[in-house]
């Protein structure tokens, strides 16, 4: 049987990211990092290491100062505005550290929103969205505003609309922070069928055994990449 062919989703080429406020900090140094489509990796390292800035750059929310980023093809570091938000809105699912859920729509409704964006009629963005409350529990809450939900439904209604365009690419940007333990279990459940349906993850975590769901483990210190760990089953 011939072997897999590496085929890169995501490359990430000398990058490096500063921000200056007065003075400079430089959130990545020198960060080269490659994703195969299919792949699983998780990104531990210490709180302020650079994680949610390299998630970012993948992402299209920002773009970096030096190097490149390309994602499905396309060089994000030299894409318009209006390209890197086509990438946003198609190629990847976003889950964030701060789950950014519209306040004043309910639980089905910003599941549906970026369906809205695809074309999709109303009814079955409505549809699409209840199928994916009920994948991550919420089916009894459908009707509730974000601020009617606790913390970790409110997690699982925003893991839930970054599935909903079926995006190629999910990053999610510590999932499991601040839920139990069985809400937990559960998204590692459904990111953990999506990796075996064929989608691309990327996963920061500080919990050593939520990255051990994935294939590769890129732990990153100070804006560089230490050191990549292959989790063995
Ligand atoms: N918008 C910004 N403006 C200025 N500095 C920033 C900005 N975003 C991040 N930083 C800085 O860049 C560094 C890396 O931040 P980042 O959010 O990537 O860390 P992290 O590894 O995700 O940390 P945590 O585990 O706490 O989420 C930090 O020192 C942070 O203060
Ligand atoms: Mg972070």
């Known amino acids: 049987m011939a072997q897999p062919q590496s085929d890169p989703v995501v490359a990430l080429s000398n990058v490096r990211k500063t921000y200056d406020l007065g003075g400079v900090v430089e959130a990545l140094a020198d960060v080269s990092l490659t994703l195969d489509r299919g792949s699983y990796a998780a990104v531990m390292g210490p709180s302020g290491s650079g994680k949610s800035t390299l998630l970012n750059l993948v992402g299209g929310l ?14 994000l570091s030299t894409a318009t505005e209006s390209e890197r938000a086509t990438v946003r809105g198609s190629d990847v699912g976003f889950v964030f550290q701060t789950f950014n859920l519209m306040p004043r729509l309910t639980a089905v409704e910003n599941v549906a929103l970026p369906l809205v964006f ?20 919420l089916t009894d809450r459908t009707d509730h505003r974000p601020s009617e939900l606790s913390g970790g439904q409110r997690q699982r209604v925003a893991i839930a609309r970054a599935l909903a365009p079926t995006p190629q690419i999910i990053l999610a940007d510590e999932p499991t922070g601040n839920i139990d333990t069985e809400t937990g279990d559960r998204i590692m459940d459904l990111l953990d069928d999506l990796h075996e349906a064929g989608n691309t993850i990327l996963l920061v975590t500080h919990e050593r055994h939520i990255a051990e769901h994935a294939d590769r483990i890129v732990h990153v210190r100070d804006g560089v990449v230490e050191r990549i760990e292959t989790v063995t089953a």
């Open 118 to 137: 695809d074309g999709w009629s109303r009814t079955d963005r409505r549809e699409r969205a209840r199928e994916l409350l009920a994948d991550v529990g």
């Open 62 to 75: 920002d773009t970096p100062t030096e190097g490149a980023v390309t994602v499905g093809g396309r060089d």
